[in-house]
């Protein structure tokens, strides 16, 4: 069991004998939707996996990413919604610096919060200049915008109560409203 | 060597793979029983209602809703069967008790019990002492077993109160380390924010303008609003 609530679960199933694919469904439905798949590494130096599932009601957050020394490197949030499959946000987790067109979202999320309305926060490890640098990010009906940054976020400080966002950064805590 | 996997050289070749696919869900085992209702969940437990015809010595029904929790083991939810949490007549009585605002992570359920009213269970005759008690108990859903239970503040002068009122918001850590906001029922308008752990029981807020729905939890860094201004505190 991957991740559960009150309305979905998010489960793995071994795909013949190898990979483990992640896959959700709302309760009582006949019908599960793919999610995801384990992280893992290939012979080639290629990665990807989903990470930071998470579940809000019958929406499920993740990041998935892939690298791949010649198709490029991706880090993307989506929000799906897993009485239809359809998904409701497929974003990347930030800006990369380095220009390279290969590469999508700014880094690995280390946190991930979704709200029932698929409003969604997460917190990305940014490689900049300076070095490794956390991001706090949201996306909700006002659009998507970074609230901080820095190397003093906590990774996993991110929380949740109702439209309300807190975050921990320099030792102190931080909120927000999501709308 | 490594075999390589079919489903990475797909998401690398292909961007990522289209999540609407189908196929069959899951089947759910022994828990939750059909028609159950769930509560709550996680990836380690689940709560959830349900409705029981028990008889009594007279061999007449007696409906009850009952609150039973199973936790996931061996690849489904109630492989080692489910446990009794909580049960109350289904038709509408004197009773004013029951279980609120529940919380799940990991193994533990925490949650508010009233228990209120006259003596045997009923409402109060007038002149009759009325009684309140307002505790959060926080249960251990491999076992059934009640962990920890505490009244929800320091009552107030009054010899059938236990607890300060009803917790607003309640939230419970991996460890089973609860916290809540509790509205005084005297203290018109002030409000706390209680931890309760393996040492027993303390205050880490009070005031007026404490937000009653702002608790949340991160790990174990505890999160709420008073006078608009974020607070966090460690719960252990």
Not at chain 1, 40 to 69: D, H, K
Not at chain 2, 23 to 39: E, K, Q, W
Not at chain 2, 216 to 226: D, H, I, R, V
Request: a neutral charge.
């Amino acid at each position: 069991m991957i991740a559960a609530d009150a309305q979905a679960e998010v489960y793995g199933v071994r795909k013949n004998g190898e990979s483990v694919e992640y896959r959700g469904c709302v309760y009582g439905r006949s019908r599960s939707f793919e999610v995801g798949f384990i992280e893992e590494c290939i012979g080639g130096g290629a990665c990807g996996g989903t990470r930071n599932v998470t579940l809000a009601g019958a929406l499920v957050a993740r990041e998935r990413f892939v690298a791949s020394q010649v198709l490029g490197t991706k880090w993307i949030i989506e929000v799906e919604d897993l009485r239809n499959g359809h998904v409701l946000h497929k974003v990347p987790t930030g800006t990369s610096e380095s220009g390279d067109p290969k590469i999508i979202g700014a880094g690995l999320t280390s946190a991930i919060v979704v709200k029932s309305d698929g409003a969604v926060a997460w917190i990305d490890e940014n490689l900049v200049a300076a070095g490794l640098q956390y991001e706090v990010h949201v996306l909700d009906r006002s659009g998507e915008r970074l609230l901080a940054s820095g190397t003093d976020i906590a990774p996993r400080s991110l929380a949740l109560a109702g439209s309300t966002l807190y975050w921990t950064q320099g030792g102190k805590p931080y909120s927000t409203t999501l709308n | 060597m490594r075999r390589i996997s079919v489903r990475l050289m797909m998401a690398v070749s292909l961007g990522f793979l289209g999540s609407a696919s189908r196929a069959s869900a899951r089947s759910f085992g022994a828990c939750p029983p059909a028609g159950a209702h769930v509560l709550l969940a996680d990836s380690r437990a689940l709560v959830y209602r349900t409705y029981t015809h028990p008889r009594d010595a007279q061999g007449f029904e007696e409906p009850e809703i009952q609150t039973r929790s199973c936790i996931y083991g061996g690849s489904i939810y109630g492989g080692m069967g489910s446990k009794f949490i909580w049960g109350e007549p289904e038709a509408p009585t004197e009773l004013l008790s029951g279980i609120g605002n529940l919380s799940l992570r990991g193994f533990f359920l925490a949650y508010l019990e009233t228990d209120s009213g006259g003596a045997g269970g009923r409402y109060a005759r007038e002149g009759e002492e009325y009684r309140e008690q307002w505790h959060v108990v926080v249960r251990d859903l491999r076992t059934g077993r009640v962990l920890r239970r505490a009244p929800t503040g320091i009552a107030p002068d009054h010899p059938k109160w236990v607890g300060s009122g009803p917790a607003q918001a309640l939230v419970v850590d991996r460890s089973g380390v609860v916290a809540w906001i509790v509205k005084s029922a005297t203290a018109e308008g002030s409000s706390q924010v209680h931890v309760l752990d393996g040492r027993g029981s303390r205050v880490l807020a009070t005031g007026p303008a404490i937000d009653p729905y702002s608790l949340a939890l991160a790990g174990s860094t505890l999160y709420w609003t008073q006078g608009g201004k974020p607070f966090s505190a460690p719960l252990n």
